[in-house]
């Protein structure tokens, strides 16, 4: 199929119109395209709010036979996500959760849906595409019941047949593709008993394998069912899963796909969703369109964005929480309008060492732990977070289910303090390692070079960086400070020298999840980008014994997995394989002009979830949203 090249100058030209009236601003847009196989020529306006002035501009373009009319819908129908992340889309084009390059964050979560979802805040689980799920007193298999009116887009019913192939085609790709490796060291069959009702036979006991790979929650490991009638005979690493003319992506959500390039996402109502006849959803959902537009990294711009309404929702640092509140009363916080504004989220923050590193020495444990107590976390929390966070001890989140675990290891946790800041220790580990200080107070090896840590930062993370930097530099580390634009695919791939801060995408309720991202099976594959993988590289088998005990064991049984985290600790806090720092804060500004209902603590209803609206529980704020006034 020909790419509608046609269509994308015509809709484009449209959106921008729209968003020029939206914002009430005349202005020229001039609209530029370059084409790279020559077709035909065609003429292309120039448009200004409020009067048109025709200029001719010869563009080469691809002609399309048939043409996509994008709907006219007014902005208080619309849900207007502000995408923090770049000024673009690179993968405007990929609906293919299991592509190689896919990122949900960026939108295409919208247009999936879970077997079920689950909220940290309520401890719940909303049952959608499966009604319920049983496992066998071994758990060693696991039963789920599909709900008989699920639907694809296509009029095609959703049944056990495409719960059957997405399982089983990840079983045979084992590492080829994002789930793959962790979904077939698990499975050993899956079959359907009829058209609504799975039978899945596990290699081990698996209690968490539901809540694993089928609830919708956070950043997690979760992933959707796929039409089987659409990708039997598709490459799922290459697969784009993209035609709008064909009405790709096939899904059973609330919206699909409308409009899509390297600035905008449009996703559309759909009026024939299998829930409304379900009764899942009271009435129809009061919004037409939810959009996310590339709105960028830059903060002023992000603030004067959400000043004027012109987003509804977006990520932002506390100082932006702070000018918000001081310049308009139609922004609010998960919190309200009060310090800390937002929730801790899952993702623990950590420098991530690559251990395999050749020019930086972080696969030394005493050159980590001598950087970890080089680094003074409070001070950080202070200047980048304006006091609105915490230091984090282990990798995973200060929820209530976790923070049990941590306090039945403090005895350890004195021994090996993970957020001590401590330079004289890390100077005395450094001696110890061979390494001394030169004339201008910088660490040198027995050679006379100099102790460089690569580091390796993302746009959003600066804030933080620039303290953490220039705390290492002050106790004598020399850092070499990178900003690669490739920067996530390197460290998801484990290609990378140094460190690099992120978070863990691990635990919710126990620590197996965290633990697992330290595993050996974990360790990333050449070019298989998974959120779940261990960049670090850091490898222990005594540790993997302990992991892979702890994945067959019940997390119920407390007594057992408490004895199991303290094994592993003993092993992995004196190996600090990576540098503990503080907790994510997630600070996401909602306005109120147009839409109200948002899941905060003063709000109507309550703190339902997560309103993040780059992650997975996003679905259940677009049900719940309602108009403002």
Request: glycine share 6%; net charge negative.
């Amino acid at each position: 199929m020909k790419k509608d090249k046609r269509l994308y100058s015509v809709i484009a030209l449209l959106a921008i119109v729209g968003m020029l009236l939206t914002a009430c601003q005349p202005q020229v847009v001039e609209v530029e395209v370059i084409k790279e196989v020559p077709v035909e020529s065609v003429v292309v306006k120039e448009v200004e709010v409020e009067k048109i002035v025709e200029v001719e501009k010869i563009v080469e373009v691809e002609v399309q036979e048939s043409a996509y009319e994008l709907a006219d819908v007014p902005r208080d129908k619309t849900v207007v996500v502000g995408w923090w992340g770049s000024g673009v889309y690179d993968d405007w084009t990929l609906y293919n959760p299991f592509g190689l390059g896919f990122n949900y964050q960026t939108g295409p979560h919208v247009v999936w849906e879970g077997l079920a979802y689950w909220s940290a805040f309520t401890d719940e689980t909303t049952f959608w595409q499966a009604e319920g799920f049983s496992y066998n007193d071994d758990f060693t298999e696991l039963t789920i019941n599909l709900r008989p009116e699920v639907k694809w887009s296509d009029g095609t019913p959703f049944t056990s047949a495409d719960v059957v192939y997405t399982i089983q085609t990840l079983v045979d790709l084992d590492g080829a593709v994002r789930f793959s490796d962790e979904v077939a060291q698990f499975t050993k069959s899956v079959e359907a008993v009829d058209d609504h009702t799975v039978l899945i036979k596990m290699t081990m006991p698996a209690p968490r394998y539901f809540f694993r790979f089928f609830v919708w929650k956070w950043d997690s490991g979760a992933f959707p069912i796929v039409p089987k009638h659409i990708y039997k005979d598709k490459d799922w690493s290459a697969f784009q899963n993209f035609d709008i003319e064909r009405g790709w992506p096939v899904t059973t959500a609330a919206f699909g796909v409308s409009y899509s390039d390297a600035n905008q996402k449009l996703f559309d109502a759909r009026d024939e969703w299998w829930a409304y006849d379900a009764g899942l959803v009271d009435g129809t959902l009061p919004m037409d369109r939810v959009a996310y537009p590339a709105s960028g990294s830059d903060k002023s711009s992000q603030i004067q964005m959400l000043v004027d309404a012109d987003i509804d929702v977006t990520e932002v640092n506390v100082p932006a929480a702070i000018e918000l509140i001081e310049r308009t009363e139609n922004v609010t916080f998960h919190y309200g309008r009060k310090s800390p504004y937002g929730y801790s989220d899952w993702w623990a923050q950590a420098l991530h060492p690559n251990h395999a590193s050749t020019i930086s020495p972080v696969g030394n444990k005493d050159v980590r732990w001598a950087m970890s107590y080089y680094i003074n976390r409070e001070q950080i929390i202070d200047i980048a977070m304006q006091g609105a966070s915490a230091p984090s001890r282990m990798p995973f989140p200060p929820y209530a289910g976790l923070l049990k675990y941590i306090d039945s290891i403090d005895d350890l946790l004195e021994v090996h303090n993970t957020i001590e800041n401590n330079p004289a220790k890390g100077d005395a580990l450094l001696e110890g390692a061979g390494y001394t200080k030169d004339g201008d107070g910088n660490w040198v090896d027995e050679g006379g070079e100099a102790l460089t840590i690569i580091f390796n930062n993302w746009d959003y993370w600066t804030p933080w960086a620039d303290v953490v930097v220039e705390q290492l530099r002050q106790n004598g580390i020399t850092v070499d400070y990178q900003t690669p634009p490739d920067v996530w695919d390197r460290f998801s791939a484990g290609d990378y020298d140094g460190v690099f801060p992120a978070g863990h995408a691990g635990s919710l309720k126990d620590p197996y999840e965290a633990m697992a991202l330290y595993s050996c099976a974990r360790v990333s594959a050449d070019g298989v980008k998974s959120w779940s993988a261990n960049a670090t590289g850091w490898c222990n088998d005594d540790f993997d014994d302990i992991v892979l005990e702890m994945a067959q064991t019940n997390p119920a049984d407390e007594e057992k997995m408490f004895a199991l985290f303290r094994d592993a600790m003993e092993i992995w806090l004196p190996e600090l394989p990576s540098i503990q720092l503080f907790d994510w804060m997630h600070n996401m500004a909602m306005g109120t002009t147009y839409w109200d209902c948002w899941p905060t603590s003063e709000g109507s209803k309550g703190q339902y979830v997560n309103e993040a609206p780059q992650l997975l529980g996003f679905d259940l704020v677009l049900w719940n949203l309602c108009p403002a006034g």
